[in-house]
């Protein structure tokens, strides 16, 4: 079992719908999560981190954590063509320094 | 700011030969990060420094070496490079450790042929 696992994609959604992209991971003992997009042939940029249980908003975007069910997940409402890109899910490692990432999803909206 | 910057963007070298990735920030963070992309995979910890003075392995740094001597500056040596260290390396800083948001350079693509 990997330590953070995403469904590859591609994820086609229609512009203004929600997309939504979910991530797993087996650590129980982590503690933060990110979600970071990455356009094609450029470094990753931090959308949203979510440390606790629940729903956090920011803009069109949502992260949602269960640490119950050990799963995180991004909601991006009223698509837009520009949001286009592969989003990573990077979870820390109990209390370590380092971040485990996933493979990230691709995320195609279309006009 | 110009946040982190790495050189060179690109690079191609010939088995066995030997580079070194260069990497600076300029935001004063005491957390620094090397990783490599490879297609269609997530990011992979190769090496990571708290301070100056004190670096650590990550997940995959045989075949590569650090060295952190100022608080702005964390090059990556490639020693007797392999056709499996093609990749794309990214360097990145925090201000706190791992858990807070990573800021990172735009890559640097490497080829070994």
């Known amino acids: 079992q990997k330590e953070v696992e995403q469904n590859s994609g591609p994820l086609s959604v229609p512009e203004g719908a929600i997309a939504s992209l979910n991530c797993t991971y087996s650590?129980?003992?982590?503690?933060?999560f990110f979600w970071y997009r990455q356009y094609s042939g450029k470094s990753p940029e931090l959308i949203m981190f979510?440390?606790s249980n629940g729903d956090k908003e920011d803009g069109r975007f949502t992260a949602q954590l269960n640490k119950a069910s050990q799963y995180v997940s991004l909601l991006i409402r009223d698509s837009q063509p520009s949001d286009s890109a592969t989003y990573l899910c990077?979870?820390?490692?109990?209390?370590?320094?380092?971040?485990?990432w996933g493979a990230g999803t691709k995320l195609i909206i279309k006009p | 700011n110009a946040g982190v910057t790495q050189t060179p963007k690109f690079r191609i070298l010939k088995i066995g030969q030997s580079m070194t990735l260069q990497c600076a920030q300029d935001?004063?963070?005491?957390?620094m990060y090397w990783y490599r992309q490879d297609p269609g995979m997530g990011l992979k910890l190769i090496y990571y420094?708290?301070?100056?003075?004190?670096?650590d392995k990550g997940e995959v740094p045989n075949g590569y070496n650090v060295s952190r001597s100022t608080t702005e500056d964390f090059p990556l040596r490639l020693e007797l490079a392999a056709p499996s260290q093609t990749s794309v390396y990214f360097c990145?800083?925090?201000?706190?450790?791992?858990?807070?948001?990573?800021?990172f350079g735009p890559g640097t693509r490497l080829t070994v042929t």
């Open positions: 935001m004063n963070h005491n957390y």
């Open positions: 990077a979870v820390n490692k109990g209390s370590n320094y380092q971040l485990i």
């Open positions: 420094s708290v301070g100056a003075g004190i670096t």
């Open positions: 990145a800083s925090s201000y706190y450790a791992g858990n807070y948001e990573q800021y």
């Open positions: 979510i440390y």
């Open positions: 650590d129980r003992g982590s503690q933060s």
